[in-house]
């Protein structure tokens, strides 16, 4: 399973530092996602990381403002975000999803509405309002 924490009212231009940890599976045999969702809009991938590699995907919409990161020793993946703005507000859910190629970690985060997940997190609310 996937327990994300961290969410918190912020104001903008603060930061935030979303975890992310898993149990029952290893992250190095799999790709690992943040999905954000507000009300009335779509699922958004934000950014996804392979946890073989290494490998990152971010959204245009960041626009370099998050990082993620991942420790396979401790079965975690983070994304540390920035220079917040309202249009940031929503729950982030973590996903995560077996390997299968080298754009696993692309292909669930640009399809985040109708990809099939293996593991799904319960979500972590983010509000950034001042």
């Known amino acids: 399973q996937l327990v994300e924490s961290g969410g918190d009212l912020v104001q903008p231009g603060e930061s935030l530092r979303l975890s992310c940890a898993a149990t029952g599976f290893t992250l190095r045999d799999y790709a690992i996602g943040w999905i954000r969702q507000a009300p009335g809009k779509e699922r958004e991938g934000v950014s996804c990381?392979?946890?073989?590699?290494?490998?990152?995907y971010y959204a245009d919409s960041i626009e370099n403002r998050f990082t993620i990161s991942k420790d396979n020793a401790k079965n975690m993946v983070f994304l540390q975000m920035s220079s917040l703005k309202p249009e940031d507000t929503a729950t982030y859910y973590c996903?995560?999803?077996?390997?299968?190629?080298?754009?696993?970690?692309?292909?669930?985060?640009?399809?985040?509405?109708?990809?099939?997940?293996?593991?799904w997190g319960q979500g972590t609310q983010v509000t950034v309002s001042s």
């Open positions: 996903a995560a999803t077996r390997i299968l190629g080298l754009n696993t970690p692309t292909a669930m985060c640009i399809m985040p509405g109708t990809y099939d997940y293996d593991y």
């Open positions: 990381i392979s946890g073989r590699d290494g490998f990152t």
